[in-house]
């Protein structure tokens, strides 16, 4: 299929690019690092190849997200993102951009969405899961984003009608014995969906969407999980008679197929996208790659010949993306 838009697409400013060292073994880091930092060259010559007409470029994780000291998060959202105005602008035609946000500084982070919204014309965040902050735990307790002090954050985010990727990072160390002799498990194996399954849970539970019904949140990697849990998170228990014990309206099934959209980042299984279709519908799936921690021709050659229908494959891979994102404006 020619014309796919793709929107978890990573690349890395010098000083983040340490933070993607870990997710590869030490004899493929010369590789993933000529990829971080490459957007007009290999990148662009793949997606002519594979048929991608757009990426939707974002900063890689966890970097501002695991950036302590506020100010100095402030700073490197700010470099990032400029950096990332400037590269797209070279081929605006083929590069969009995601905001990188210092959510450590709720107040601060809202103004630097509004920026590059308005003045540098990005189409929307992505935000590399909770964050850390000195202030607060000596930057040792993760923020998430359900918490109160993230509520004006989320209240511009509507007013601004932009959509917010909630990409994962791995539990802090505090938060990952259960993990304890099995590093394997961690990063895209298992702890990445499960710590972003559980935020965006927190999400939908807090009641932010009854407040803001417009916002619209986008998770990679199928869903990270959660549509096949969908049934069994509104339902367990059925028999006894007890009311949700937390502060949202509505059953979460509403809100994730209201308020959420998914991509095929990551995960190239035709069985686990009909699954997803069957559960929240076409029209909430995005293709994406995930470059460069995945192939581009992985992605693209499993997703062109799905076993889905040609209707599902263009909205999939092309048209939800152009509505969500404005891309026609």
């Keep these: 299929m020619d014309g796919k838009i ?115 014309g990005f189409v929307g965040a992505l935000v590399n899961g909770f964050s850390q902050d000195a202030a607060q735990g000596d930057g040792e307790l993760p923020l998430y984003y359900d918490l109160p002090q993230y509520r004006a954050f989320w209240a511009e985010v509507a007013d601004l009608d932009v959509p917010f990727y909630l990409h994962p990072r791995n539990p802090l160390p505090r938060d990952a014995h259960i993990y304890d002799g099995h590093p394997w498990l961690l990063g895209p194996t298992w702890a990445f969906a499960h710590e972003t399954a559980v935020h965006a849970l927190r999400l939908m539970a807090s009641g932010l969407f009854d407040e803001h019904p417009s916002l619209q949140i986008v998770i990679g990697h199928m869903g990270e999980g959660i549509p096949a849990m969908l049934w069994r998170i509104d339902n367990r228990n059925g028999w006894v008679e007890q009311p949700p ?35 929240i519908g076409s029209e909430r799936i995005m293709f994406s790659t995930d470059w460069p921690f995945e192939n581009i021709d992985h992605a693209a050659n499993w997703f062109d010949s799905a076993s889905i229908s040609e209707a599902d494959r263009a909205k999939i891979g092309r048209t939800n993306a152009v509505k969500l994102f404005g891309l026609d404006r």
């Design 6 to 120: 793709a929107l978890e697409e990573h690349w890395a400013i010098p000083e983040t690019l340490q933070d993607s060292a870990g997710f590869v073994p030490s004899t493929h880091w010369e590789e993933l690092q000529a990829r971080l930092v490459d957007i007009q060259g290999r990148r662009l010559k793949l997606m002519d190849q594979h048929g991608i007409e757009t990426m939707i470029l974002s900063l890689n994780a966890p970097a501002v997200q695991a950036i302590a000291d506020r100010a100095r998060a402030v700073e490197i959202a700010r470099r990032a993102n400029d950096a990332l105005a400037e590269q797209c602008a070279q081929r605006p035609d083929r590069f969009r951009a995601f905001a990188a946000l210092p959510m450590q500084d709720p107040d601060a982070a809202a103004a630097e969405l509004r920026r590059c919204v308005t003045e540098l």
């Design 245 to 279: 014990a937390y502060p949202a309206q509505r059953r979460l099934v509403d809100y994730f197929t209201e308020n959420f959209h998914i991509t095929t980042s990551g995960n190239f299984r035709t069985q686990t996208l009909v699954d997803a279709i069957l559960e």
